[in-house]
């Protein structure tokens, strides 16, 4: 499964509250996600408004993903910034993968401004039926069902 636990979520909001006050050193904000599990896949959305496609970049070492992304903006010489409220620079996000997904297997879509992640679960993890040999009397195996919550053996 995916981890939901980011150590590093309050301390960065709290380090965005303190160097953005009166709008100076205004530090890039974490990108906004949501995660789901659908049968065999765990999917992430991570929004990058504005964000150049060729800018993101997805590592994966041991069981963290990393994302990063770039957005910039120039101003034109001679303009005079009124305001400037858009979180500009590098932005990173860690998802911590559980064992029983495949990383190996990642996908990665960008559009329209929307980073979605398809991770699927690994074969290992996926419920499977279990071969059960019959004790005295009987020498032929019969399946049970691991996937359903109801496994009885059938005579």
Known sequence: MLLRFDPFREVERELDRLTSFGGKGFRPATMPMDAWRHGDHVYVRIDLPGVDPSTVDLTVERNVLTVTAERAWQKEDG???LVAERPQ???SRQL???EGLDPDRIEATYDAGVLTIHVPVAEQAKPRKVEVAMGTGSTQPHAIDATSKDATAAA
């Open 79 to 81: 303009a005079q910034v």
């Open 89 to 91: 620079g590098r932005f």
């Open 96 to 98: 911590f993968l559980g």
